[in-house]
């Protein structure tokens, strides 16, 4: 593995690299590094420049999507290049022993609220915003909007059933279920979208993301990669 040498230098090659931007899946990767303790170096993707299609980021990430990092110190201390946000946290998870639970039951619980939101908070947020606020001129009906604000509303009444009870999406510790969803759910200002898909009924939703925000790593991780 290659580090990209020409649009992002890295400075110190023997740390984990970032490449990414602050959407709601590059933050979880910001996010995840400064909980994880690890050494890392972050370099920005401007996505809006198409700078996901150079080369040198293909080679890292294939499907030219951000965030993706390089850790030179992977599995059998070969470097090891790895893309899609579900995948970044659970490498980083398993290599730092944080944000996975020790205790078995749990540690299945949050994987599976992270492809929870992998396949469904992700994907329908996403489609939500895209159609509500930078495709509103672009359609003729509404069917699309409809459909995806539906769903988002739908997926925010399962995080809010979820949180009752609980401080985080898994037990009372923040894991990388939380740290793949509340960026989407914070997305949601991003696409002026909250009225839409009734925001309000959702309150146990709005104060996990408070406390998710709260911790200073997470600030931190939110600032890594801004646009």
Request: glycine content about 10%; some cysteine; charged content about 25%.
């Amino acid at each position: 593995m290659v580090l990209p040498t020409k649009r992002w230098v890295a400075q110190h090659p023997d740390r984990i690299q970032l490449y990414s931007v602050a959407t709601p899946n590059g933050k979880k990767a910001g996010v995840m590094l400064e909980e994880s303790g690890l050494p890392y170096e972050a370099h920005t993707v401007h996505i809006g420049k198409g700078d996901q299609h150079d080369p040198e980021f293909l080679a890292i990430s294939p499907n030219g999507k951000i965030p993706a990092i390089v850790d030179p110190a992977g599995p059998g201390g070969e470097p090891l290049a790895i893309f899609e946000s579900g995948a970044i946290l659970l490498y980083l998870a398993e290599k730092s022993g944080k944000l996975l639970p020790e205790d078995p039951r749990l540690r299945e619980e949050a994987r599976m609220w992270l492809f929870f939101q992998v396949g469904g908070v992700g994907p329908f947020f996403g489609q939500f915003g895209h159609f509500h606020k930078f495709a509103r001129d672009k359609t003729s009906d509404d069917y699309a909007l409809t459909r995806y604000a539906t769903e988002t509303t739908r997926l925010l009444g399962v995080l809010e059933a979820r949180l009752e009870g609980r401080s985080f999406l898994v037990g009372d510790e923040l894991t990388v279920a939380d740290v793949a969803t509340f960026p989407w759910v914070q997305a949601l200002d991003v696409y002026e979208g909250k009225e839409r898909v009734e925001y309000d009924r959702f309150p146990r939703v709005e104060a996990w993301v408070q406390r998710c925000t709260a911790r200073p790593a997470v600030q931190r991780g939110l600032a890594v990669t801004p646009f």
